[in-house]
T-cell receptor
């Protein structure tokens, strides 16, 4: 079974440190999403890429967060500097969407998530 | 107002019960609708898509009412294994952004 792979699974860091989370989308998928999940806010969309181009990062605090797709097999989410309020589970998800179609041709597949704790 | 709102829950039902979850969305341009399931400390997984005419998958029935901007999920003959959080998901047409509701927690007890 093809899977979205996220690393690391868990990360504990001190406030002020840089955190980098990585995601390998499913081969052939052309859309990649980064979501953050907390008890209070649920799943919040942070950034969205299609064909490696960022389409929406309005949900991301621009001063400390950055998301990139250096190539089709890797998406990264960086936090610098990290703060305790960034503690959450960060999910990457990938899917396939044909240009001009409003729906997805395949289900959105989520990775296992990175559980981030900032102390 | 949140873009996607769900019943707050939690729902606690006995095995064999029928339970229904509701979800409303604010963007009338929304085109695609889904229900995802998330088990504790796991990633969300697609349960079923929701089609305009309504659709059924075994014990699960999904309904869409575009006029009221309302989606529902009905689970019949609940099983212990149905215990999870159910997430309503909406895709805004032409944009591809998938917005998730807060989720409704379901616990099925013996």
């Amino acid at each position: 079974d093809a899977r979205v792979t996220q690393t690391p699974r868990h990360k504990v860091t001190e406030m002020g440190q840089e955190v980098t989370m990585r995601c390998q989308p499913i081969l052939g998928h052309n859309t990649v999403f980064w979501y953050r999940q907390t008890m209070m806010q649920g799943l919040e969309l942070l950034a969205y890429f299609r064909n490696r181009a960022p389409l929406d990062d309005s949900g991301m605090p621009k001063d400390r967060f950055s998301a990139e797709m250096p190539d089709a097999t890797l998406a990264t989410l960086k936090i610098q500097p990290s703060e305790p309020r960034d503690s959450a589970v960060y999910f990457c998800a990938s899917g396939f969407r044909r240009l001009g179609q409003s729906s997805y041709n395949s289900p959105l597949h989520f990775g296992n998530g990175t559980r981030l704790t900032v102390t | 107002r949140k873009e996607v709102e769900q019943d707050p829950g939690p729902f606690n039902v006995p095995e064999g019960a029928t339970v229904a979850f509701n979800c409303t969305y604010s963007n009338s341009a929304s085109q695609s609708f889904f229900w995802y399931r998330q088990d504790c400390r796991k990633e969300p997984k697609l349960l079923m898509s929701v089609y305009s005419s309504g659709n059924e998958d075994g014990r699960f029935t999904a309904q869409l009412n575009r006029a009221s901007q309302y989606i529902s999920l009905l689970i019949r003959d609940s099983k212990l294994s149905d215990s999870a959080t159910y997430l309503c998901v909406v895709n805004w047409a032409g944009y591809g952004k998938l917005t998730f509701g807060q989720g409704t927690i379901l616990t099925v007890h013996p």
